[in-house]
């Protein structure tokens, strides 16, 4: 198969997989985050939510 044809389906390939990655780190995070106490959250930046759902209060402006 020729180089030229291969080069851009391997950086398609490469893009997604790393959009996959950053998107389950930034997911095992959140559960991670999640699982702090409202005090701590608060020391942190964020905010719990009505639904316990965490965020950060800039993200809403």
């Known amino acids: 198969m020729n180089a030229k044809r291969v080069e851009p389906i391997v950086d398609v390939l490469t893009g997604m997989a ?3 990655l950053a998107s389950s780190s930034r997911r095992r ?3 991670q985050i999640a ?5 701590r959250l608060e020391d942190l930046g964020f905010a719990r939510g009505w639904d316990g759902s965490v965020h950060r209060p800039s993200d809403y402006r």
């Not at 699982?35 to 005090?39: D, H, I, L, P, V």
Request: net charge positive.
């Open 18 to 20: 790393g959009r996959i």
């Open 35 to 39: 699982r702090f106490s409202t005090r």
């Open 29 to 31: 995070t959140g559960r």
